[in-house]
């Protein structure tokens, strides 16, 4: 079955840096879409990045904008989230998405 895996997240101090990865099995990874996604405490699940199956196209939330940066490997099937110039809005559960399959995510805390 589809299995994705998040890791990276932690406490980082606002302006710093953190790179997600999620780590996929059970499927195709190179066919598909991967996104990621962010739950911020008392709000909804949002849309952060997509990225096409061979990388070429990406998409991004406007918050996203200039500062993440989404990319895969699909030797390793994995799919990354590079977040620059963190702000404290940034807090929250980051989830991979593939296909209707949902991680368990990861949380990044960003406070000073």
């Known amino acids: 079955q589809v299995q994705l895996v998040e890791s990276g997240g932690g406490l980082v101090q606002p302006g710093g840096s953190l790179r997600l990865s999620c780590a996929a099995s059970?499927?195709?990874?190179?066919?598909?879409?991967m996104s990621w996604y962010r739950q911020a405490p008392g709000k909804e699940r949002e849309l952060v990045a997509t990225i096409t199956s061979t990388g070429n196209y990406t998409n991004y939330a406007d918050s996203a904008k200039g500062r993440f940066t989404i990319s895969r490997d699909n030797a390793k099937n994995t799919v990354y989230l590079q977040m620059n110039s963190l702000k404290p809005e940034d807090t929250a559960v980051y989830y991979c998405?593939?296909?209707?399959?949902w991680g368990k995510g990861t949380l990044v805390t960003v406070s000073s």
């Open positions: 059970g499927f195709t990874f190179s066919s598909y879409t």
């Open positions: 998405k593939a296909m209707v399959s």
